[in-house]
């Protein structure tokens, strides 16, 4: 057996997601997973504003790649300041991807728990 979820959405309306009958809400609704959903969100957010960085810094190349085109930076300002834009670029991405693999190690660790669980019960 199964049913609709308890928790209410934005609009007012009822939620429309099926559970188990074990179960009141989804993890949606839930009001022991809403911690863990804030973290989730800040873990989104922070993701986007180094997305953000990043492209900011794409942008900055490009302009110095016009700019040194156009004579307005020197080549040697412009060999440099790409350089240091560069390194900075890898370090980011070495950070996200070190950020995600801790990410999908949790989940993974998360859903091993939930099986053990489920085969004890
Ligand atoms: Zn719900």
């Known amino acids: 057996m199964s049913h609709q ?7 007012g309306e009822r939620c429309v997601r099926i ?7 989804c993890f949606g ?8 959903r804030s ?3 800040a873990k989104a957010a922070r993701a986007k504003h180094q997305g953000s960085e990043l492209s ?3 942008q900055e190349l490009r302009d110095i790649a016009a700019k040194v ?3 307005e930076v020197s080549t040697a ?8 834009l560069g ?3 890898r370090a980011c991405e070495t950070e996200m991807k070190r950020r995600e693999q801790l990410e999908f190690e949790e989940r993974l660790q998360a859903l091993e728990a939930e099986q053990s669980q489920e085969r004890a019960s």
């Open 5 to 11: 979820c308890e928790g209410i959405v934005n609009g």
């Open 19 to 25: 559970i188990s009958d074990s179960e009141r809400w």
């Open 29 to 36: 609704h839930h009001p022991d997973r809403a911690a863990e």
């Open 39 to 41: 973290e989730n969100a």
């Open 56 to 58: 900011q810094v794409k």
């Open 69 to 71: 085109l156009n004579g």
């Open 77 to 84: 300002k412009g060999s440099v300041v790409g350089q240091l």
């Open 87 to 89: 390194v900075y670029l």
